[in-house]
């Protein structure tokens, strides 16, 4: 298991956009992936999980990856949410 917090730079936060980025980029590897957020757990390939996070401009979200990927996919979605998800 690997984890990294990491800020989310979206101006209006994890809206539909760029959660589905989100889940479309964790889609891509086996690992379980998932981030911890104000206490709560979400799924990081589910688009209704993460909306449901609340997500805002500014926060903090630790990223958990488990699997035989793990490596990887924490580094791609770290450079995913740091170069602001497609916007």
């Known amino acids: ?3 990294q917090k990491v800020k989310i730079k979206n101006p209006t ?3 539909l956009r760029p959660a589905g980025t989100l ?5 891509q590897y086996k ?7 104000n206490g709560n757990t979400a799924n990081a390939k589910s688009v209704l999980s993460v909306l ?9 979200i630790e990223i958990i990856c488990e699997g035989e ?3 990887n996919a924490l ?3 770290v450079k995913a ?6 916007e």
């Not at 889940?23 to 889609?27: F, M, P």
């Not at 690992?31 to 957020?37: A, C, K």
């Not at 949410?81 to 497609?86: D, K, Q, V």
Request: aromatic share 6%; charged share 20%.
């Open 31 to 37: 690992s379980l992936i998932t981030f911890t957020f």
């Open 23 to 27: 889940c479309k980029e964790a889609l």
């Open 69 to 71: 990927d793990e490596q």
């Open 75 to 77: 580094a791609a979605l």
């Open 1 to 3: 298991m690997v984890s």
């Open 13 to 15: 936060g994890l809206h």
């Open 52 to 60: 449901g996070a609340c997500v805002k401009n500014g926060d903090e």
């Open 81 to 86: 949410i740091e170069g602001g998800l497609g």
